[in-house]
């Protein structure tokens, strides 16, 4: 890879750069709620970055739902990994290929973003960044905002690379139940979910036993930016990364987990295992444990 290919975080100065060049990167909006579904693509569709595309959380960067729902035992959780088919074909169409830089964006503080970037570093696309301080930040800094739709340019399948998965590993249900006793593990939910005094989203409150707790918007700044590579280090250092051993990130569903490998790698640390179905597939099973407080 070379100095000008980005892999982790954007400034909005160097995207400003990159769009001015001869070889402009490919845009994409992800912007989401989720107790609103519809709501970050009507956003998109008021205002969104010149060029972008939308990638919608339901939609694009995640597969189907099972349809047996939490009670079956092939549910893996609210939002399970796309098939890599499909991936394949999406990031196809948007124009992504090999070398390609691509840059992610959403609204609520980067974690569909990182959703975005994890699923294609997944797919072995190393050329992809999240902009630091998202759409604010853009703003903030005088980036203009557009209405009109942008077409897909269409293409090929982003091409099915060898090892594509040996920097961006996962971990399922069953080999994480098999290993919690000797497992790092970090849930990226807020600290009322992770002591189960509230949960809007899953039928159970908690966590999974022995699950440390790091917040991912404790990874940004007041101004919705990152915090520098040291500080980040520093925190996930403390939560036993930095070792031999690999970290399990989990949240809800797998997705604001993203935030948190993000952070990681951006800090220079490896050994970052997402573990896709998280609490909502974790506690769907009534046999696994389940800790609170």
């Not at 939002?79 to 609204?107: K, S, Y």
């Not at 920097?167 to 009322?192: C, F, K, V």
């Not at 935030?259 to 490896?270: D, Y």
């Amino acid at each position: 890879m070379t100095a000008s290919v980005h892999t982790t975080l954007i400034s909005v100065s160097e995207l400003q750069a990159l769009l001015q060049s001869s070889a402009p990167p490919i845009l994409i909006d992800c912007s989401f709620d989720l107790a609103d579904p519809a709501k970050g693509e009507k956003k998109y569709q008021q205002g969104h970055l010149p060029g972008a595309f939308y990638a919608h959380l339901d939609r694009d960067l995640s597969g189907p739902l099972h349809p047996g729902g939490p009670r079956s035992p092939f549910f893996t959780g609210r939002h399970p990994l796309p098939d890599r088919e499909a991936l394949r074909a999406w990031a196809g169409r948007l124009g992504i290929a090999p070398g390609r830089q691509v840059v992610t964006f959403d609204a609520e503080g980067s974690p569909f973003a990182a959703r975005a970037w994890w699923l294609l570093r997944w797919l072995g696309h190393e050329a992809v960044a999240v902009l630091d301080g998202g759409m604010a930040a853009w703003q903030s800094a005088g980036g203009a905002l557009v209405t009109e739709a942008v077409p897909l340019p269409g293409g090929p399948p982003y091409p099915a690379l060898a090892q594509r998965e040996a920097g961006m590993p996962t971990i399922d249900a069953a080999r994480l139940a098999a290993t919690l006793s000797s497992t790092r593990l970090i849930d990226a939910r807020a600290a009322e979910r992770y002591r189960g005094d509230v949960e809007p989203l899953d039928p159970v409150g908690g966590h999974i036993p022995g699950a440390a707790q790091r917040f991912f918007k404790d990874n940004l700044r007041a101004d919705g930016c990152f915090k520098s590579p040291q500080e980040l280090r520093e925190a996930f250092l403390a939560l036993g990364a930095g070792g031999e051993q690999p970290v399990v990130h989990q949240c809800g569903s797998g997705v604001t987990a993203c935030h948190n490998v993000l952070a990681m790698t951006h800090a220079g640390l490896p050994g970052a295992v997402l573990y896709p179905g998280s609490w909502s597939e974790w506690c769907a099973d009534p046999a696994r444990p389940v800790a609170r407080g």
